[in-house]
């Protein structure tokens, strides 16, 4: 149970970190932000492998990586805005 809530806190600080990074909000807010930083994680992992210091199961560089690389595609597809 205590996982599961450290791995949804590390998933949406991962989420933030990105799209601070690519000056753009996620769509739904605290959930988008987890979700990116949770898929991003996923995806940053099976890109680049599981290098680097890990939190809560998540390997972090590759977790960001993998995030940014979500937060762009989504706005890219989504037409999200710049943050102010």
Not at 43 to 67: D, Q, T
């Amino acid at each position: 149970m205590f996982h599961l809530i450290w791995v949804l806190i590390i998933g949406a600080v991962i989420g933030i970190i990105a799209g601070v990074l690519t000056s753009r909000k996620m769509p739904l807010g605290w959930i988008g932000n987890i979700l990116a930083g949770l898929i991003g994680s996923w995806l940053g992992e099976k890109l680049l492998g599981s290098w680097g210091p890990h939190v809560a199961g998540m390997a972090i560089f590759p977790s960001i990586i993998g995030a940014i690389i979500l937060v762009a595609i989504v706005s890219f597809f989504i037409g999200t805005q710049k943050r102010e």
